[in-house]
């Protein structure tokens, strides 16, 4: 399925031939092996495929969390694959917003506190203003007010993802990348959850969800399916 084509940078994400292999070993794991896609703007987009087929090693890539072996990545027409130092550190704070299958939040944080804390990243240097927008992104993600100054523990899975889910928008990324965002999650408080990442794809922000879970693939515009570290599938919802 390789294909130059898709050698444009109008769309959210193009993947050209993107190969990571880890050694483990004297065994060589190829966990993403050679994939072109093309992701476009503004729509939610499911990446499926059994469990060690690599959706969790492309989102990283995707993420700068991971470096490729070869291959270019190109998210809002600036090439990833090539970035280091501070441009690294500024893609994955600014561009992309990550939401984990373990809600990923600072223990010790208040709610608000744990989506403030990219802005105080970012170097936001107005205290007041970091705290009203993380009280809006609560709000907007629907976390009752009296959940705001709670630490994670004592927040519902649920309610923890949507604090992540808040967190993933604090810099206002073009990209949410979300790894088995229900995984965790009863079916009701999933499909809640999957209904408000469906919320957050606009014209300018994509929502890409890696799962196994077939109600999430069928509420997403685009069905990306992986096995063994290929492309298999791209079906339009
Ligand atoms: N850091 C790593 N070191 C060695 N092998 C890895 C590493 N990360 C992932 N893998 C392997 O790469 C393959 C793809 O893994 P992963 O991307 O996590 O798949 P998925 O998310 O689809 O379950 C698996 O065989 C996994 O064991
Ligand atoms: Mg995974």
Same mark, same amino acid.
């Given at each position: ?21 880890? *050694? ?18 503004? *729509?939610?987009?499911?990446? *499926? ?18 470096? !490729? ?35 990923? @939040? ?31 992104? @609560? ?33 206002? !990324? ?55 570290? *290929? ?7």
């Amino acid at each position: 399925m390789s294909n130059t084509a898709v050698a444009t940078s109008s769309g959210a994400a193009v993947l050209e031939d993107v190969v990571k292999h880890f *050694k483990s070993g004297s065994d060589t794991v190829h966990a993403v092996d050679g994939v072109s896609v093309a992701i476009p703007r503004g *729509k939610l987009v499911a990446l *499926k495929g059994p469990s060690g087929c690599g959706k969790s090693t492309l989102l990283n890539l995707l993420g700068a969390l991971d470096r !490729p072996d070869s291959g270019r990545i190109v998210v809002d027409g600036a090439d990833v694959s090539g970035l280091s130092g501070a441009a690294e550190v500024a893609y994955r704070r600014d561009k992309v917003g990550f939401v984990f299958q373990m809600f990923n @939040l600072m223990p010790y944080l208040s709610a608000i506190e744990n989506v403030m804390l990219p802005m105080e990243l970012r170097g936001e240097p107005n205290a007041q203003g970091r705290r009203t927008l993380a009280e809006s992104l @609560l709000s907007r993600v629907k976390l009752a007010p009296d959940r705001h100054r709670r630490r994670p523990t004592r927040l519902s899975g649920g309610e923890q993802q949507r604090v992540a889910i808040a967190r993933a928008l604090a810099n206002d !990324p073009s990209l949410i990348l979300a790894d088995e965002p229900t995984a965790n999650l009863d079916s009701t408080t999933g499909e809640q959850i999957v209904g408000l990442l469906r919320s957050l794809a606009s014209d300018d922000r994509t929502v890409l969800i890696a799962t196994h879970d077939n109600s999430i693939a069928r509420q997403a515009d685009l069905v990306v399916t992986m096995r063994d570290g *290929k492309l298999v599938g791209r079906d339009e919802g």
